[in-house]
């Protein structure tokens, strides 16, 4: 079995059996369908990266469905590997340094106002809407890898291209946790508009949360000059993001 992303998506049995066995181990939060679109290509990247795969990628085989099911054993070199994810992954996560971070610059506001003159967008070398600069800026301030002063990121679709990718070390999640990034998209157009950090969900029904993010306000969300704590409903989200490290 060999199984890749392709155009149009790979349907069957055995891509029913394969998401079967990604989603009771956790990788795939997605619907089992049978049919292997991005949701299933990524779990297997998350799958191979925790089995210890030297490098791993979006593509299905015999190893990984066996190691799924038990029946086969993984090598010294991918225990090896294994254990030095664990023993990283038990450090204080990017995700929680970012959600700090950002709460530490709530309030600032652009100089003058409307300008989109901001701490952020002075610090990233681009004057203009700076939500992504925002989160960027939490990115870098915790280490990540994913975020670059004057790279990544800047323009909301191209961070959200890139999770839905697994490039950069940034995935789509459908169950964020504290400091996950989050996009918007206010219109419903397919394209994300605005971005920040997903905080907590604020009802049992997971419609609600509360989020941190730059460049908003109360009159505009995607342009109102002020790092902000505020409620967001799941209707307007386009997408959740998790960053690896």
């Avoid at 890749?4 to 998401?19: C, D, E, I, M």
């Avoid at 210890?52 to 190691?67: C, E, I, M, T």
């Avoid at 971005?195 to 907590?200: I, K, M, S």
Wanted: glycine share 10%; hydrophobic share 35%; proline share 4%.
């Amino acid at each position: 079995m060999r199984i890749t992303l392709v155009s149009p998506h790979t349907k069957g049995s055995h891509v029913k059996a394969l998401q079967r066995v990604l989603h009771k181990h956790g990788y795939l939060q997605g619907k089992i369908d049978g049919e292997y679109g991005p949701d299933v290509a990524r779990a297997v990247f998350r799958a191979k990266y925790w089995f210890g795969y030297r490098k791993p990628d979006q593509v299905a085989g015999d190893l990984l469905y066996s190691l799924l099911k038990g029946t086969k054993k993984m090598t010294p070199a991918m225990k090896v590997r294994q254990l030095k994810r664990k023993r990283v992954a038990k450090k204080t996560p990017i995700r929680l340094k970012m959600w700090a971070e950002a709460g530490k610059q709530l309030g600032q506001t652009e100089h003058p106002p409307n300008s989109n003159r901001s701490k952020f967008s002075l610090w990233y070398g681009i004057i203009g809407a700076w939500c992504a600069m925002f989160v960027s800026w939490c990115g870098v301030a915790a280490k990540s890898v994913a975020f670059k002063r004057g790279k990544h990121y800047a323009y909301v679709p191209y961070m959200a291209n890139d999770a839905k990718a697994g490039r950069n070390n940034l995935a789509i999640t459908y169950k964020p946790e504290t400091g996950d990034t989050v996009t918007y998209d206010w219109d419903n157009d397919g394209v994300p508009d605005h971005t920040g950090l997903f905080g907590r969900w604020l009802n049992k029904e997971h419609t609600r949360f509360l989020a941190r993010e730059g460049n908003t306000g109360h009159s505009n969300r995607s342009n109102g000059g002020m790092s902000m704590e505020v409620e967001r409903s799941v209707t307007d989200v386009y997408c959740f993001i998790h960053v690896g490290k």
